[in-house]
């Protein structure tokens, strides 16, 4: 079983929209959890980061966090266009290694 | 604050060639990373430094790669005797160990190897 585990997509909202992106992990020990995004060719930049239980609010961009489940999610409210890009999901377990899913595409249609 | 920079760019070199790739952190930065990211994927965690000392690798590393932090600022990482599947992009990034946001990594543009 992988660490991380994302649905590679792709997904597509009409601009506007909320998109919901989901993401499980396997280590009952990772405490940081992590929201990146990266467009074609580009490396990645964080988004959000959440590391208790609940809700986290940046701005159109929430994370959820549960760990009971081992279960993150990041929604986007109000898509744009500019949101299109691969999203990915990333871990923190002990001995500050990082784990990453294989990503979900996101094309926001305008 | 520059941002964390890679050199080179891209490299495109053939099988059983040794390749050797820079990443240069955030000045402050006291952690650095290396990943490699393959297509459709997301980047595979290879090594990790703090300062100086190369605290964790990944156990899929093979031994044909290497990396260095010699005074805990610039990083090397070398392949030798690249194969076909080393294909792929590089990626550094960088975090500070004190202060707010330790956990965050600010990534470098990357290498994008190629072997021929």
């Known amino acids: 079983q992988k660490e991380v585990e994302q649905n590679s997509g792709p997904l597509s909202v009409p601009e506007g929209a909320i998109a919901s992106l989901n993401c499980t992990y396997s280590?009952?020990?990772?405490?940081?959890f992590f929201w990146y995004r990266q467009y074609s060719g580009k490396s990645p930049e964080l988004i959000m980061s959440?590391?208790?239980?609940g809700d986290k609010e940046d701005g159109r961009f929430t994370a959820q966090l549960n760990k009971a489940s081992q279960y993150v999610s990041l929604l986007i409210r109000d898509s744009q266009p500019s949101d299109s890009a691969t999203y990915l999901c990333?871990?923190?377990?002990?001995?500050?290694?990082?784990?990453f899913g294989t990503g979900t595409s996101l094309t926001v249609i305008p | 604050d520059t941002g964390v920079s890679q050199n080179p760019r891209h490299k495109i070199t053939k099988r059983g060639q040794n390749v050797t790739f820079r990443c240069d952190p955030i000045?402050?930065?006291?952690?650095l990373y290396w990943y490699r990211q393959t297509l459709g994927q997301g980047p595979e965690f290879l090594t990790y430094?703090?300062?100086?000392?190369?605290l964790e690798k990944s156990r899929l590393l093979s031994d044909r790669f290497s990396a260095e932090r010699p005074k805990g600022s610039f990083s090397t990482l070398e392949i030798q005797r690249t194969e076909q599947g080393d294909s792929a992009m590089y990626l550094c990034?960088?975090?500070?160990?004190w202060g707010s946001g330790t956990d965050t990594q600010y990534f470098g543009p990357g290498t994008r190897l190629t072997v021929l």
């Open positions: 990333s871990v923190k377990v002990v001995g500050n290694q990082f784990y």
């Open positions: 280590d009952r020990v990772s405490q940081s």
């Open positions: 959440i590391y208790s239980n």
């Open positions: 000045s402050e930065h006291n952690r």
């Open positions: 430094f703090q300062n100086e000392a190369q």
């Open positions: 990034a960088s975090s500070p160990i």
